[in-house]
């Protein structure tokens, strides 16, 4: 058996200002994070792309490759 395709990266620009509506858990291993949970309500909730367990790869283009928790939370 194939081994399974890696999902197809999401991108997703909010235009809204304020709290985006997103949690991570904090990276393990090295990895990077991985949204957690979506506030209700939020601009993140009204994204259909964005659910937990999606593995957050950059900011505004930045790689969060070795990115301290505590900058990706600001």
Do not use: H, Y
Not at 12 to 29: I, K, M, P, Q, Y
Not at 41 to 60: D, E, F, K, N, Y
Request: positive net charge; charged residues 10%.
């Amino acid at each position: 058996m194939a081994p399974a395709a890696a999902p197809a990266p999401v991108r997703w620009t909010c235009t809204e200002e304020g709290r985006l509506g997103l949690s991570f858990a904090a990276n393990v291993d090295g990895q990077a994070p991985c949204i957690k949970a979506l506030a209700p309500g939020s601009p993140a909730a009204s994204a259909a792309q964005l659910r937990p367990g999606l593995v957050l790869l950059s900011i505004q283009g930045q790689s969060t490759a070795g990115m301290a928790f505590e900058a990706i939370k600001a």
